[in-house]
């Protein structure tokens, strides 16, 4: 990076946010959190980030933001409806030749490659979104790189699947004995523990090349199936009953059966390799008793 920033924004700052964040003190520099509510204000000044509120909806809110010559973070989700991302349209827009920042980190998702029956996943497949979701996060990348294509302000994106951790885990609904697609039908599906993102997210934004995208995935996919049993034999409780692909479309909701839908092994060399990122939860095995100690 250069310069090199010595003020960080973290625009979106929730867990992920507070965990890089973290990072980014333990370094030496000053965090600031970009959120909406009091009860993120004050959870926030506990840990040592100053926050600043403001709403990606309303664009007049954001002209006073830190961001000259500062490293930001963009975690902020696209809104929950349509196939484009006005709050990026917006937040790129404030970033005019008179402040700019050093560099931009994106968290989009792997979901921007739609169905891949199977098949391992490399950053060179080309994008194919097959849900609304995802492709609002594909014109979130698509905004952000014709912003840096304009500005010459380098950005890094990171394409990442699900989320794992203390306060991620569906604890709730194993608890409710909600089924899951039986194994020999599930498709595969991927996860990043949450302190391996935030790491992540830290070394992209001092280390990472221009441009550059990477998966950050822990590189052991299982299948959804796999993934909720596993968790419930650590909780030590019952398994969730299993149903066929036939009756989940009958029982599931329309969000759980659109994941179902897609099937991808992500390929995460290029973040070991490139990066040289080490992860401390390269599977499944490792990360889930850490969800429920010290870490998580």
Request: some cysteine.
């Amino acid at each position: 990076m250069s310069p090199a920033a010595t003020d960080v924004l973290i625009v979106g700052c929730g867990d992920i946010g507070e965990r890089v964040g973290g990072l980014e003190r333990s370094a030496g520099r000053h965090v600031s959190g970009l959120i909406r509510s009091e009860a993120s204000a004050q959870r926030l000044r506990a840990a040592g980030i100053q926050p600043i509120a403001a709403d990606l909806d309303v664009p007049a809110f954001l002209h006073d933001l830190p961001v000259k010559n500062a490293l930001i973070y963009y975690f902020a989700p696209p809104p929950g409806k349509g196939v484009t991302d006005p709050r990026m349209e917006a937040f790129v827009s404030i970033l005019d030749t008179s402040r700019l920042p050093t560099r931009v980190v994106l968290i989009s998702t792997t979901g921007v490659y739609g169905d891949c029956r199977g098949e391992w996943v490399t950053e060179d497949r080309p994008p194919n979104p097959q849900v609304d979701r995802a492709r609002r996060r594909l014109a979130a990348e698509s905004s952000l790189r014709h912003w840096s294509e304009k500005s010459r302000v380098p950005i890094v994106i990171l394409r990442v699947p699900g989320i794992y951790g203390r306060g991620y885990l569906p604890e709730e609904r194993l608890r409710a004995r909600e089924p899951v697609l039986r194994e020999e039908e599930s498709p595969f599906s991927n996860r990043i523990h949450a302190d391996d993102l935030a790491r992540a997210c830290f070394v992209a934004g001092h280390h990472a090349n221009p441009g550059a995208l990477y998966n950050v995935s822990d590189g052991h996919p299982t299948t959804m199936t796999d993934f909720f049993y596993r968790v419930a034999d650590v909780l030590g409780i019952p398994r969730p009953p299993a149903i066929t692909l036939e009756q989940a479309r009958r029982q599931l909701g329309e969000g759980m059966l659109s994941y179902l839908a897609e099937s991808k092994r992500i390929d995460n060399r290029r973040l070991r390799e490139e990066l040289g990122v080490e992860l401390m939860y390269p599977d499944l095995a490792a990360g889930l008793p850490s969800c429920f100690d010290r870490c998580g």
